[in-house]
């Protein structure tokens, strides 16, 4: 069933509810499970369950592994309420149905609530049952350490397998007018893994239903404001862009019709502030929205530090084999010195020098010149990016560590005396400022980084601009649970060299 079936669904059952009615109770309760009432939360409920369950089978194994005297079968009696009891205490923690969360923020409170509830499950064993094995709670230890890694990339994975399917995710209102409202359908269309599906627009100053309009891609029907209680009937979301509407508008909405929705969202009409860590306060009657600024505080720039400097030591110890390889492999397939040090922009406007794995030929800027020459077509593309596809001053061991992002692992020693950071914007040259503009003031506000939300959004498949924006976003919304996250999406970007050439 394609997008333009399951409008014509919606169709079927919103604007002819007679028709609707008279399909008996049997189709009523298909329509509702197939448009992801129950099967988006169950989903969840299950992928929950199997990363507890999953944890506890990655700790037998190592048991196993590593030849620990331990029986699976005496933990399975306390395994077992504990697979069933993940899905209580994440709908406690509001992890239900799953839906409009930001990954990043949804790991952090999956993380705090598995900690949370293995900390108290702990605890009671050590005060309530005092003939619980020492090995037990040592287990349940292991069990807690992998779950916490794994539970958010199960959900992650859940979306990433289920997101296409018509089937899934919510079925939601876009309610607003003209453009606004298109740009947040195309918005919630192209970002289906939020599980927002939506399905009809409302305008309010529509008077009469649209089929389909034609100008929308995808193609949406569009209903006036008077059909709302009839499309609330099968869609109990809603998502209201407030931009271009009158406070006149904006209050009919709100106060006449956002209670035929059991959800309704409201987009705010600013964009130019950070937006990861806003909440909301009631103050004598009055909605306020408290805006964190983690990247001001004193604790949350030592704790950065302190993240960057255990991972930086830990990678250093995995990888001095590899890092030994590789500088013998470039030292004996092309001339030159294996490491390479360009001059880049730091924070507050401080220099220093960027150490990579050469991957380049030692006469790099004369070769490209006459390729340059001898291709001139090819210099637009040069003068967008500073970048080619083909570039030909890349030796053959240097595509190869590009293509697995090894050529920047020398730069854990710039990390190390403190002029980048793991995670942060990719560092630039002097030349490249004036391509940031005003956007540039971000860029000084923190480190540099090897990796970061651009290299793990697309890489070189991202313009420029795109690229400022993704540095501008990260520093406006910066928290140590953004970098776990994109450390954690680095390490699958790197795995399958997304946007990598």
């Known amino acids: 069933m394609g997008i333009i079936d399951s409008y014509r669904i919606d169709v079927d059952c919103l604007v002819l509810p007679k028709h609707a009615a008279s399909t008996g109770l049997l189709r009523r309760v298909l329509t509702r499970t197939l448009q992801g009432a129950w099967v988006t939360p169950l989903s969840f409920v299950f992928a929950d369950m199997a990363m507890v369950l999953a944890s506890a089978l990655c700790v037998h194994f190592a048991c196993e592994l590593f030849h620990v005297a331990f029986h699976f079968s005496s933990y399975f009696p306390l395994l077992f309420p504990l697979i069933f009891a993940a899905p209580l205490i994440y709908a406690m923690s509001g992890l239900y149905p799953g839906i409009a969360l930001n990954p990043v923020r949804e790991s952090r409170r999956v993380c705090l609530t598995i900690s949370t509830f293995y900390l108290l499950l702990l605890a009671a064993s050590a005060i309530f049952v005092h003939n619980v094995r020492a090995e037990l709670r040592i287990v349940l230890v292991a069990t807690w350490a992998v779950n916490v ?41 192209s970002h289906q893994e939020a599980g927002l599906r939506p399905c009809a627009i409302v305008d309010v100053r529509e008077p009469e239903l649209i089929l389909q309009d034609e100008d929308q891609d995808p193609p949406a029907p569009v209903y006036a404001l008077t059909a709302t209680p009839f499309l609330a009937r099968e869609h109990h979301y809603a998502v209201l862009a407030s931009k271009d509407l009158s406070e006149l508008e904006y209050a009919k909405v709100v106060n006449q019709y956002a209670d035929a929705f059991g959800h309704l969202m409201m987009v705010p009409d600013f964009d130019q502030t950070s937006n990861l860590w806003i909440t909301t306060k009631e103050i004598g009657g009055k909605l306020t929205l408290e805006l964190n600024q983690p990247l001001a505080m004193r604790s949350s720039q030592i704790a950065k530090r302190v993240i960057d400097l255990l991972v930086i030591l830990g990678v250093c110890i995995v990888t001095a084999p590899l890092f030994l390889l590789l500088y013998v492999l470039i030292r004996v397939t092309s001339k030159g010195p294996a490491f390479y040090g360009h001059l880049r922009i730091g924070r507050r406007q401080q220099p220093f020098r960027a150490w990579k794995f050469r991957t380049m ?21 040069w003068e967008m990016d500073q970048k080619l596809r083909k570039d030909p001053r890349v030796t053959v061991v240097g595509r190869i560590l590009r293509k697995l992002s ?25 030349n490249e400022i004036v391509r940031y503009g005003d956007r540039y003031a971000f860029y000084q506000k ?13 890489r070189n498949n991202t313009t420029y601009e795109e690229r400022t924006a993704y540095d501008e976003y990260y520093v406006r919304n910066w928290s140590a649970w953004l970098d776990v996250y994109i450390l954690f999406r680095t390490i699958k970007a790197v795995l399958f060299a997304e946007g990598a050439y």
């Open 446 to 458: 923190v480190r540099p980084g090897i990796t970061g939300l651009w290299q793990v959004s697309g």
């Open 406 to 430: 090894l050529d920047e692992l020398p730069q854990v020693w710039n990390v190390l005396r403190g002029e980048m950071s793991l995670v942060g914007p990719r560092p630039i040259v002097t």
């Open 149 to 189: 890694l794994i539970a958010p990339l199960g959900r992650s994975l859940l979306r990433t397998l289920l997101a296409r399917r018509t089937w899934w995710g919510m079925p939601t209102v876009v309610i607003g007018h003209g453009d606004a409202a298109k740009r947040l359908f195309r918005t919630l269309s």
């Open 361 to 381: 030929v030692q006469n790099a800027d004369q070769v490209l010149q006459a390729h340059l020459a001898k291709h001139p077509e090819l210099r637009a593309e």
